[in-house]
């Protein structure tokens, strides 16, 4: 039709009595809450997800007659009134006794900064694994009452929405977000204005307004640069997550980081605890720096002060996976910071340097995280360990495996993930309030007592439902690429929702090479005979996402897309586009085995097999990350890492020829090894050990205590400790460190005694060692002896034994001296060393500073 289209948009009026759905629809609760998500289901009558999967989108567009008749509807208001009672009890439980040692304190605040947060579609800005850890970090500190808040970006675009094209190209399709329909809202100062915090950039000021969505009883606030006071390219700094040039990067970086830090100022809040979720949001030590110096402290005490209370976790497994700047880049941006604090050029790019490797000579935003910090993590015990030895170059003389680099396997947020139609029969079988004992392995030993065909049944919905998506997402995708309906039947053929009996094996997760979505093609020839058995069919489904600038990720898209279009592959493996989280809840909770095959040990935690097993699917995966503690025999297949040293043709021959293995010879004879009663009791067996060995272990509570106690009680302490009395710890330690830093190149070790080589058990030795202190103090130092076995690295099992200071000796050394009665027999080797030492220390190798007799 001709001439200009005007677009507009009439609201309904809700009923007085329905007033408080709007609450409802206001806190991201309802993304984890299975009645108040049933409420809006049944109120929209389907149109809720057909409106960005929003309920406060959805009340905006609902039919008048329908909320007029919802409100007149007495089984519609008790449901509603139901779940207001619920929600009601939940905001105002009261906070049991903190976790932590020493608890965390009612007037501690744990401020969380992430580049992304994935709670639900309803607010996408989120990409993948990060962001959605980061979200069910949210939801479970509610759940536990922790004191919390997080702070993040508002990105105008979100992450892409993806098709496929036929012959397997994946488009991106940007859209920008409707902050209107989000669950979030402009915070109010008192005057009524939006709150509103500026960061001083090259030659003009950036404003940044700050919103909150609700997560339960706690807060995440989302930084907005989209003002009309901003410049068009200002404008744009969050507009897209991940998105832009590194220029790009390091601005939504400082708006994370600093504009996070004077946001939470604004609001009046003062955390105890901050916790930096991988190294975009590093920039938050400078401004917290900048802060401290504002209140006298010379640079050095404000570091001590900031990092002390200070939790880093990183997740990237590889060097390269750090964000860095260029020098230059790096100056122009933060050039002003030095200047504020009198910081000379030279010691600000020093908190960004490396060393060797990716990055070496740039500035590193994990490098400044960890000097910024004093508690660092990996995400899983082997992340732990491969993350100590890419950090090792931060305390050059400790070893890595006795660095601080710690590790909290990463979790799931267990209402979010775990599917409703368990939730009866855990009532009856383990017992009303198994919620609330989700670390408590004797409620899940419960799981073996369900009957099997009650298991297998819920099974079988869960699948069906999967199945149903699936067909209903490549049915569309395959009509819009034009083939034809006849074919289609081909293409569905074992992904029938009606009948769910095919095994179903998943794979989903960001399309990167590291997570080798190929390995299963490593050999045609064997795939072909796995799946041309057709008493026993198998179908594979693959789905998720790579990003739009990764062509070798785009190019797997491609690879596997050709080959499902081949003959001998057709329906026994579908690709399905559109990877979002509505997607991934099916997926996990439906597929018989969730496939995992990274290349070990770039997987630094994953979770979606954790979401698969506690939904009773069954791992077959790679012994890394989570895994590899999660594994026990009995829940799952595990695929063995192969020998360091081989290349990586031999390495995916290897891994495949396992991998083929355990298909043929495992999984799919244990699958259908079917009774009169249509399941396999062996099947059945193994996915309950799934359920019953994961969940206790592997959800958001259990993770969320290991946090308080390693890192957020003892972070809020050290703050109490450097913070007191004008922040006299902080300088006292800043102080210290300056003489141990002037004094360490001349302190030196020298063995006095004469030493033995062998004794009789029982027997006592004594040692002695004269230490050249140089004006150091002997309480500056501990000197000590490590006993191993032969071959063993010095480690953490590693007997220690201090040696006591006795006396100062005439030419300026020091004495000290231990005797010991050996415990053990055998060959032992033992080795003397010295480091600082001062009881403000978080970590005693915090310096890292050791010498080596």
């Known amino acids: 039709m001709p001439g200009t289209r005007y677009q507009l948009e009439v609201n309904p009026e809700i009923p007085?009595?329905?007033?408080?759905?709007?609450?409802?629809?206001?806190?991201?609760?309802?993304?984890?809450?299975?009645?108040?998500?049933?409420?809006?289901?049944?109120?929209?009558?389907?149109?809720?997800?057909?409106?960005?999967?929003?309920?406060?989108?959805?009340?905006?567009?609902?039919?008048?007659?329908?909320?007029?008749?919802?409100?007149?509807?007495?089984?519609?208001?008790?449901?509603?009134?139901?779940?207001?009672?619920?929600?009601?009890?939940?905001?105002?439980?009261?906070?049991?006794?903190?976790?932590?040692?020493?608890?965390?304190?009612?007037?501690?605040?744990?401020?969380?900064?992430?580049?992304?947060?994935?709670?639900?579609?309803?607010?996408?800005?989120?990409?993948?694994?990060?962001?959605?850890?980061?979200?069910?970090?949210?939801?479970?500190?509610?759940?536990?009452?922790?004191?919390?808040?997080?702070?993040?970006?508002?990105?105008?675009?979100?992450?892409?929405?993806?098709?496929?094209?036929?012959?397997?190209?994946?488009?991106?399709?940007?859209?920008?977000?409707?902050?209107?329909?989000?669950?979030?809202?402009?915070?109010?100062?008192?005057?009524?204005?939006?709150?509103?915090?500026?960061?001083?950039?090259?030659?003009?000021?950036?404003?940044?307004?700050?919103?909150?969505?609700?997560?339960?009883?706690?807060?995440?606030?989302?930084?907005?640069?989209?003002?009309?006071?901003?410049?068009?390219?200002?404008?744009?700094?969050?507009?897209?997550?991940?998105?832009?040039?590194?220029?790009?990067?390091?601005?939504?970086?400082?708006?994370?980081?600093?504009?996070?830090?004077?946001?939470?100022?604004?609001?009046?809040?003062?955390?105890?605890?901050?916790?930096?979720?991988?190294?975009?949001?590093?920039?938050?030590?400078?401004?917290?720096?900048?802060?401290?110096?504002?209140?006298?402290?010379?640079?050095?005490?404000?570091?001590?002060?900031?990092?002390?209370?200070?939790?880093?976790?990183?997740?990237?497994?590889?060097?390269?996976?750090?964000?860095?700047?260029?020098?230059?880049?790096?100056?122009?941006?933060?050039?002003?910071?030095?200047?504020?604090?009198?910081?000379?050029?030279?010691?600000?790019?020093?908190?960004?340097?490396?060393?060797?490797?990716?990055?070496?000579?740039?500035?590193?935003?994990?490098?400044?995280?960890?000097?910024?910090?004093?508690?660092?993590?990996?995400?899983?015990?082997?992340?732990?360990?491969?993350?100590?030895?890419?950090?090792?170059?931060?305390?050059?003389?400790?070893?890595?495996?006795?660095?601080?680099?710690?590790?909290?396997?990463?979790?799931?947020?267990?209402?979010?993930?775990?599917?409703?139609?368990?939730?009866?029969?855990?009532?009856?079988?383990?017992?009303?309030?198994?919620?609330?004992?989700?670390?408590?392995?004797?409620?899940?030993?419960?799981?073996?007592?369900?009957?099997?065909?009650?298991?297998?049944?819920?099974?079988q919905s869960l699948k069906a439902q999967l199945l149903h998506l699936v067909h209903s997402r490549v049915r569309q995708q395959h009509l819009r690429n034009q083939g034809s309906e006849a074919h289609l039947d081909r293409v569905l053929q074992y992904a029938d929702p009606t009948n769910p009996t095919v095994l179903t094996i998943g794979f989903a997760r960001r399309f990167a090479t590291y997570k080798r979505a190929a390995l299963l093609f490593n050999n045609l020839d064997w795939l072909r005979e796995i799946i041309s058995d057709e008493q026993r069919p198998v179908v594979f489904i693959f789905a998720g996402k790579a990003h739009p600038a990764d062509e070798p990720g785009r190019q797997l898209i491609r690879q596997i897309s050709e080959l499902s279009q081949k003959r001998e592959f057709e329906g026994h493996i579908l690709l399905v586009e559109g990877y979002d989280l509505h997607l991934a809840r099916r997926m996990v909770a439906g597929v018989d085995v969730w496939l995992n095959n990274p290349i070990y040990p770039l997987e630094a935690s994953g979770t979606s097999g954790i979401k698969a097993a506690i939904n009773g699917g069954i791992n077959l995966s790679v012994l890394d990350g989570w895994w590899g503690e999660g594994y026990d025999g009995k829940n799952g297949w595990a695929i063995k890492p192969a020998a360091e040293g081989l290349d990586a043709a031999q390495r995916d021959n290897d891994e495949g020829r396992t991998l083929y293995e355990l298909l043929q010879d495992s999984v799919i004879p244990m699958y259908y090894r079917s009774t009169s009663l249509g399941y396999s009791p062996e099947w059945v067996a193994m996915a309950k050990q799934s359920i019953a060995s994961i969940m206790p272990r592997f959800n958001m509570q259990r993770m969320l205590t290991d946090y308080a106690e390693k890192f957020y009680s003892p972070a809020a302490e050290q703050w109490r400790r450097y913070s007191s009395d004008d922040y006299s710890g902080a300088r006292r330690v800043a102080e210290w460190k300056k003489r141990i830093r002037a004094a360490w190149p001349s302190i030196r070790l020298r063995r006095i005694d004469q030493g033995v080589a062998r004794v009789r058990y029982g027997e006592a030795l004594h040692f002695s060692i004269a230490v050249q202190l140089d004006g150091l103090t002997p309480d500056d130092l501990t000197v000590e002896m490590v006993f191993t076995r032969p071959g063993e690295p010095t480690t953490e099992r590693a007997r220690r034994y201090e040696l006591q200071h006795e006396r100062a000796l005439e030419n300026g050394e020091h004495l000290f001296s231990l005797d010991l009665t050996p415990d053990q027999c055998g060959k032992m080797e033992y080795r003397v060393r010295a480091f600082p030492t001062h009881p403000l220390l978080t970590h005693p190798f915090e310096m890292g500073m050791t010498l080596w007799l």
């Open 16 to 459: 007085p009595r329905l007033a408080r759905l709007d609450e409802l629809a206001n806190n991201l609760w309802y993304s984890w809450d299975r009645p108040t998500r049933s409420l809006f289901a049944r109120l929209s009558a389907g149109l809720w997800k057909a409106v960005h999967h929003s309920p406060k989108a959805f009340l905006k567009r609902i039919d008048q007659k329908r909320i007029n008749d919802a409100a007149d509807d007495p089984v519609f208001l008790g449901t509603m009134n139901r779940v207001l009672s619920a929600f009601d009890s939940y905001q105002s439980e009261p906070r049991l006794e903190l976790p932590g040692k020493p608890p965390l304190q009612s007037n501690d605040l744990i401020a969380y900064f992430c580049a992304e947060f994935g709670f639900h579609e309803s607010l996408p800005i989120y990409s993948g694994g990060l962001g959605i850890l980061a979200g069910d970090h949210c939801k479970g500190a509610s759940d536990l009452r922790l004191p919390f808040v997080a702070v993040g970006l508002l990105y105008r675009q979100g992450y892409f929405r993806q098709t496929i094209d036929r012959e397997g190209h994946q488009t991106a399709h940007y859209g920008d977000n409707d902050f209107d329909d989000m669950p979030i809202e402009p915070v109010r100062a008192e005057d009524g204005q939006d709150v509103r915090v500026s960061v001083g950039f090259p030659g003009r000021t950036v404003w940044v307004k700050v919103w909150r969505a609700r997560v339960g009883k706690n807060s995440l606030y989302l930084l907005d640069t989209d003002l009309d006071e901003n410049t068009e390219a200002d404008r744009g700094i969050a507009h897209q997550l991940y998105g832009g040039d590194r220029q790009t990067r390091i601005e939504q970086e400082i708006i994370l980081g600093i504009g996070g830090v004077r946001a939470l100022s604004a609001l009046g809040l003062a955390p105890t605890v901050w916790h930096i979720n991988e190294g975009h949001a590093a920039f938050l030590v400078l401004e917290r720096i900048r802060n401290l110096v504002a209140l006298n402290l010379p640079f050095s005490a404000a570091l001590e002060a900031a990092s002390a209370s200070t939790v880093f976790t990183t997740h990237t497994p590889v060097p390269a996976g750090h964000d860095h700047f260029t020098d230059d880049m790096t100056m122009h941006y933060l050039g002003e910071f030095c200047n504020d604090i009198g910081l000379k050029r030279e010691t600000l790019l020093a908190m960004g340097r490396v060393g060797d490797g990716v990055g070496g000579n740039d500035f590193n935003m994990t490098a400044l995280a960890l000097r910024g910090s004093r508690y660092h993590n990996g995400v899983s015990r082997i992340h732990g360990e491969v993350s100590s030895r890419i950090c090792a170059n931060m305390w050059p003389q400790i070893t890595a495996a006795e660095n601080p680099m710690d590790y909290v396997t990463n979790s799931v947020h267990v209402p979010t993930f775990l599917a409703t139609d368990w939730y009866e029969t855990f009532d009856r079988h383990l017992g009303l309030g198994w919620q609330h004992r989700l670390c408590d392995q004797g409620c899940w030993n419960g799981v073996h007592r369900i009957p099997d065909q009650i298991f297998w049944s819920i099974r």
